[in-house]
């Protein structure tokens, strides 16, 4: 038996011969259940759209205000940048710089990188870097916290709902559809057909 057709589970450890999967089915392990490969159903062909829909819906998201307060006659609106920067001024970089990794950067690395290599591959090139670009898609994932910022402004908007006038921003929407297009987006990158791709081209 080679090498490369064998597959370890990641709960048990079970050595198993890795089986080609069709498309919309999944392969379980033996042993314990657990999920060893799901093949998305039209997966790699989509994923590329998503990605797109999910860099545009990312620059909307960080480019208008996500909620706009109303207090006593007066409005204040505030971006996901501006917002960070005024938790930087109050002596609070940690929680800043987590918003930034979280909310901006990782999303944005994921996305990129999820981009390079996909379009690449759908000109039939073999993407420069290609193992460094899908490792940084890879590593970047649960940096990606698009829903948990989400939610946080959600909690945020029902403490602040008595004290003043709230209304939902451009920014907002953008970040609830976000999530699921990103959901949606990265269930749908099958791995193994990424690689036979790449190695068909090199």
């Not at 910022?149 to 004290?163: C, E, I, N, Y």
């Not at 953008?174 to 990424?194: H, K, T, W, Y």
């Amino acid at each position: 038996m080679l090498r490369e057709d064998l597959i370890a589970c990641h709960e048990c450890d079970l050595l198993q011969r890795s089986v080609a999967v069709a498309p919309g089915a999944a392969v379980r392990c033996a042993r314990c259940g657990a999920l060893l490969q799901r093949r998305p159903r039209r997966g790699t062909d989509r994923s590329l759209p998503l990605f797109l829909a999910a860099a545009i819906l990312l620059a909307l998201a960080n480019a208008f205000p996500i909620v706009t307060l109303q207090l006593q006659g007066d409005e204040t609106d505030a971006t996901l940048l501006r917002a960070a920067r005024v938790m930087f001024d109050e002596d609070r970089p940690d929680v800043a710089l987590l918003v930034l990794v979280t909310g901006v950067l990782a999303p944005a690395i994921q996305v990129g990188a999820a981009l390079y290599v996909l379009a690449a591959l759908r000109l039939r090139r073999l993407p420069r870097g290609f193992a460094g670009a899908f490792r940084l898609f890879r590593q970047s994932a649960p940096w990606a916290m698009v829903e948990v910022f989400a939610l946080g402004v959600l909690v945020s908007m029902v403490k602040l709902a008595h004290v003043a006038t709230i209304v939902p921003g451009v920014a907002l929407w953008s970040f609830g559809v976000l999530m699921v297009v990103l959901a949606a987006a990265v269930n749908s990158v099958d791995a193994r057909e990424l690689w036979a791709r790449a190695e068909a081209l090199g």
